[in-house]
């Protein structure tokens, strides 16, 4: 029943829609920030045609033929909107939802988004990299849809060297630069005692890693003190991001990790482990989880998006597309302490 | 290009090594390659005589993949157009390019404050009257505004950075952190004091990040700082409307010049929670008919 603001407003609420193809939420993304910069349609693709001049000299007007790799062309109104809305160059839905019926098929749909695109928007509006960022782990978790059941096709609990657990979970942290500090290292172990009893021991519960509707993960956002979203760090910084998720469904969780979805490279992404353990946690039972981060040295706006997963891959949540997330900003070199406030009087 | 489209050649043959093109096709088949591919097309493949689009050579390798080829192997398969190059570094030059671009067409411009337009969209006309008695409220000056942003960014007389004691505290009265619904609108108050011994000409605060996202706030990513002579008080007004997720965020503006150079160390930080208590933001339910 619409409520009386509706009715007054002469059309009914929409319904949130359920995407389920990850680039929908890039695309959105992209829409998002060129709404930002102007209610004109004509004016914003102006904007952004200036910004693919900058970034790339040698392009024309006209599309790329089709079969070909896309490259930097201008764009217009007619491109730009049928990308952001996920109608062009459509990719095929997830293989998960291949054989099963979805009542509505626009739920499926999703545009291919070419790199160069990403660049531009990011540039022509301002985004200080968050798209360029974004790109990369869509792009992956895209990579993950593309098979039975949204998996990861690398960095498994299998992947994990029995006896080398502290190593394999340190690496993306220690490879990005400089010595871990203490209280990094402190629960980088801690962890590595979490994850060695599940290698050793197989978990026996396989026949339930299936997703269910009955089945859901809530967050109160409690822990968002220490770590707000949009948080000012200096590039090569530590920090713990910390969340508390709720078992809010009826499927207690067993065997559960927590997938890093599509780590770039190390200068030019928040670097953690590929994986970390998420405790069993029966039905109205919360659960901690703390994941060590590292900022890359290079300014701009960054954000890492975590998984729930089962040891094979397999996502928990298919249809939420981004999982827990945080964003954080390493602030331009020219700027003196941009993480210090004002005093205040 | 045709560099690539070579060395994505080369290594789809060298994957292969001496599998016969039927024994690699099967292959492919057995290990979920979607679509229909024969020995004949194949070769015409590795002789570069016919093309395949990005998604085909993705599903190459993943299908290869999936059969027990390491990443490393196939990933020359992989097109250019999912590898991303970092944007050029963020320069004083860099953003005065982008947001002079923006504010040419400024009364165009949704960034800024053109509530109407963004009410009627987003919230419907009922609140629209509610968002210009904030503004009346506050007593704020859109024009005024509109123009000085203009102004400053479109000034191309070189700044002289003045010489001596530049700081700045904020007021304890400044409202700057609000606790509000997702999407609600808001408006934040800087009131800035001029602590040092030189005056403020011609000043802007610049958003550090970017100026929306799902989970950050929409802002002006540039707001003018009226001219305040030391000793004196201005006050800015942030209008903005709140990120789409139930969580905290921070936006944080820094003081630059006309020419997007700064001005002054530290920054103006504000939050805006969108967490309501006790309410789950909870993971969206498998859709109907495919659990």
């Known amino acids: 029943m619409p409520s009386a603001r509706d009715l007054l407003r002469g059309r009914p609420r929409k319904e949130l829609p359920l995407h389920l193809v990850v680039n929908r939420e890039l695309t959105a993304a992209m829409r998002q920030l060129r709404v930002a910069a102007g209610d004109d349609t004509a004016h914003t693709i102006e904007l952004l045609n200036m910004a693919i001049t900058d970034l790339y000299p040698q392009a024309r007007p006209g599309r790329t033929e089709y079969g070909r790799t896309s490259e930097p062309h201008l764009v217009d109104k007619r491109y730009v909107l049928a990308l952001e809305r996920g109608h062009h160059s459509q990719l095929p839905p997830p293989r998960w939802l291949a054989n099963r019926a979805v009542g509505d098929k626009t739920l499926t749909y999703g545009s291919r988004v070419p790199a160069w695109l990403a660049r531009a928007y990011d540039h022509a509006f301002g985004a200080d990299g968050y798209l360029v960022d974004m790109f990369v782990w869509a792009t992956a978790a895209l990579a993950d849809h593309d098979h039975d059941l949204p998996r990861l096709t690398r960095n498994l609990p299998e992947h994990i060297p029995v006896g080398q657990e502290y190593e394999y979970l340190a690496e993306p942290l220690v490879s990005a630069g400089d010595e871990l500090e203490p209280h990094i290292h402190a629960l980088l172990l801690e962890e590595a005692e979490r994850v060695r009893p599940r290698l050793t021991t197989p978990p026996v519960e396989a026949r339930d890693w299936e997703p269910s509707a009955e089945d859901a993960s809530g967050n109160l956002g409690e822990a968002e003190e220490e770590m707000p979203e949009g948080i000012v760090l200096a590039g090569g910084s530590q920090f713990v991001a910390h969340w508390v998720i709720h078992n809010i469904g009826r499927v207690p969780w067993r065997d559960r990790w927590l997938f890093r979805v599509g780590q770039g490279p190390a200068e030019a992404s928040l670097a953690s482990p590929h994986l970390i353990t998420i405790p069993d946690t029966d039905p109205g039972g919360s659960a901690e989880l703390r994941l060590p981060i590292r900022a890359p040295r290079r300014p701009g706006t960054y954000r890492a998006c975590v998984k729930m997963g089962w040891p094979n891959g397999v996502y928990c949540f298919p249809s939420t597309l981004l999982g827990l997330i945080v964003t954080v900003i390493v602030p331009p070199d020219d700027l003196t302490s941009p993480a210090v406030d004002w005093p205040v009087r | 290009m045709s560099d690539r489209m070579d060395r994505a050649r080369d290594a789809l043959r060298r994957v292969r090594g ?115 008695k904030l503004f009346d409220e506050h007593g704020i000056n859109r024009e005024k505004y509109r123009e000085q942003t203009k102004q400053r960014l479109l000034d191309t007389t070189e700044v002289t950075v003045p010489q001596g004691n530049d700081a700045i505290q904020v007021d304890s009265t400044s409202i700057l952190d609000v606790h509000v619904d997702k999407v609600a609108l808001f408006v934040l108050t800087a009131r800035l004091h001029n602590a040092g011994d030189v005056p403020w000409r011609n000043r802007l605060l610049y958003r550090l990040g970017p100026p929306v996202s799902s989970s950050l706030p929409f802002t002006p990513a540039v707001l003018p700082v009226p001219d305040t002579p030391p000793g004196g008080e201005c006050e800015v007004f942030i209008p903005g409307r709140a990120q789409w997720f139930p969580n905290l965020a921070t936006v944080s503006y820094v003081m630059v010049f006309g020419d997007c150079t700064p001005c002054l160390p530290g920054r103006l930080r504000c939050s805006v929670d969108t967490r309501a208590t006790g309410e789950f933001d909870r993971t969206l339910p498998l859709p109907p008919k495919i659990d």
Do not use: C, M
């Open chain 2, 18 to 132: 001496d599998l016969s093109l039927q024994a690699f096709v099967d292959l492919l088949h057995e290990h979920g390659y979607p679509g229909k591919l024969s020995r004949q097309r194949l070769g015409r493949i590795e002789q570069g005589t016919a093309r395949l689009t990005p998604a085909t050579w993705n599903a190459i390798a993943d299908a290869l993949v999936r059969a027990g080829y390491a990443t490393e192997e196939v990933v020359e398969l992989r097109p250019d157009e999912f590898i991303i190059e970092p944007l050029p570094p963020v320069t004083p030059q860099v953003r005065r390019q982008q947001w002079t671009r923006v504010v040419n067409q400024i009364s165009r411009t949704r960034w800024w404050l053109n509530p109407t337009a963004l009410l009627d969209r987003v919230v419907g006309r009922g609140w629209r009257h509610n968002y210009g």
